[in-house]
């Protein structure tokens, strides 16, 4: 194998990409995780007042409040549901730590100067292959967690269009 100066170049140029990529998709799982929080704790808002407006319903209450409220409660619960699974701790493959890359150097400096030069590229390659299974495994999760909080936020858009009908209900009710 000819090695050029510029090859190790070329690769450390995807190292530092993966890098930045890497860098990006922990923020996002930071951000995903911080919505699902916010949105627990906005249906946690909702499932009190639905408690507090459940206790005032009196026996001569209409099926459709009652069901509204039900429905509005089942949806917020669902909507907590699937936020929780966005904030459960999940395992991943980190990219390469500093004891990794330890190792693969000390493995690459075991080896005869003449050898280096040609296993230098490997080393390179292995580095980016670590970095790469890391980076799958996150954008993977990252995904799963961004559908559940889809899902989690179109629960809670449900369940305030139940509450906006049980509103509406309630005024006609009174009136």
């Given amino acids: 194998m000819n090695f050029r100066p510029a090859d190790h170049e070329l690769k450390f140029q995807v190292l530092t990409a993966y890098e930045v990529e890497y860098r990006d998709l922990a923020d996002n799982w930071r951000s995903l995780d911080g919505k699902a929080q916010g949105t627990v704790a906005i249906?946690?808002?909702?499932?009190?007042?639905?408690?507090?407006?459940?206790?005032?319903?009196?026996s001569d209450s209409s099926n459709a409040m009652r069901t509204a409220v039900g429905l509005g409660v089942l949806l917020l619960l669902v909507c907590v549901g699937f936020a929780i699974s966005v904030l459960r701790i999940r395992t991943v493959n980190a990219p390469p730590d500093g004891d990794s890359v330890r190792k693969l150097v000390a493995d690459l400096l075991e080896v005869s100067e003449s050898e280096r030069a040609g296993r230098y590229l490997g080393y390179l390659e292995d580095r980016v292959v670590a970095w790469k299974t890391g980076i799958d495994e996150v954008a993977s999760v990252n995904d799963s967690k961004a559908t559940a909080l889809w899902r989690a936020q179109l629960s809670l858009a449900a369940a305030i269009g139940a509450f906006a009908i049980l509103i509406v209900l309630q005024l006609y009710a009174s009136i």
């Fill in 43 to 58: 249906a946690g808002v909702f499932i009190g007042g639905a408690v507090a407006f459940a206790q005032r319903l009196s």
